[in-house]
């Protein structure tokens, strides 16, 4: 099992929207020398919606490569197509991923009988350890906890990123499926709470920027040291909250240029961080010792 702190890696960019592979390096090699627990390639953060199909699996096959077993790599391979999470599931596999990250279908609007088809139908046509997301507040669905429960015992399934960052529903989540599935937290402010509660870990944007420190933060919650993880927390609170304060990933992007670890790219329809946010971003960085 996947445990502590995942990155949900940015994809580097150059100037005029190309892949910058050698900062893709980079930025791997980073992680696993600052303790990051396993990768997630081409998420929402990754810009999964505006990478195209050989993109998409160029870059996860780089991460498994530059990896090389040292840390699992998590692909994310979610549409609103179960066809196409089929194939893009199925190629994430033959590009070496261990396990691949699913999101809800956007924009269609599935039933949560439709979800439970879709989850279930790629569960049973490519063989891979698969992670369910919900993420509601971007994807407009919502994929009930009951519903989870359903998918639970499927073969294949065997975790679900929760990213609503509601600790009570969180709870009812862990209670029905947490001896079926991991469960992670997808919500850096409330992720070593969740932890705490029984959660394996967290899908991390805040991570991006701070590697070691939010380890650490995980490292403790899965101890059970519940005073050692909120004092680790405080100083990235700041970095939780303004990381958002565009969509993601600007702002994290935004962040790394700064830090000198990728170039100010960025594709369409995301532009850089407005110049009013700067100083916000920037703010949160220092709080956080960067």
């Known amino acids: 099992m996947i445990t502590g702190s995942l990155v949900a890696l940015v994809t580097p960019m150059q100037a005029n929207g190309e892949i910058d592979w050698a900062a893709l390096k980079s930025l791997v090699e980073w992680h696993i020398a600052e303790g990051t627990h396993a990768i997630v390639a ?19 096959k780089k991460v498994v490569e530059i990896a090389n077993g040292r840390i699992p790599v998590i692909a994310g391979t979610g549409a609103n197509s179960t066809r196409e999470a089929i194939e893009l599931t199925k190629l994430a596999k033959e590009a070496g991923a ?76 862990l209670n029905l499926v947490g001896d079926k599935m991991a469960v992670y937290s997808g919500d850096d402010p409330t992720a070593y709470e969740l932890i705490l509660m029984g959660a394996k870990g967290n899908i991390s944007v805040t991570a991006n920027v701070t590697p070691k420190a939010m ?11 519940a005073e050692l993880a909120k004092k680790l927390n405080q100083p990235l609170e700041a970095l939780h909250r303004d990381l958002f ?44 010792g960067l």
């Open 42 to 60: 081409v998420g929402t953060t990754g810009e999964s919606a505006t990478l195209d199909v050989d993109e998409h699996c160029a870059v996860v």
């Open 98 to 173: 261990d396990a691949c990250l699913l999101v809800t279908p956007y924009y269609n609007k599935p039933t949560q009988e439709g979800l439970y088809q879709h989850y279930k139908a790629i569960a049973e046509a490519v063989a891979i350890p698969q992670i369910l997301y919900n993420v509601p507040g971007r994807t407009g669905v919502d994929m009930v906890n009951a519903t989870v429960a359903r998918l639970a015992g499927l073969p294949n399934i065997v975790g679900i990123k929760d990213a609503t960052g509601n600790l009570a529903r969180g709870q009812e989540l």
């Open 215 to 225: 380890s650490q933060v995980c490292e403790a919650a899965l101890a059970g040291n």
């Open 245 to 288: 304060v565009e969509s993601n990933p600007i702002p994290v992007k935004w962040a790394l240029a700064e830090m000198g670890r990728i170039q100010h790219g960025i594709r369409l329809p995301l532009t850089p961080l407005a110049e009013s946010c700067h100083a916000v971003v920037r703010s949160a960085l220092q709080h956080a």
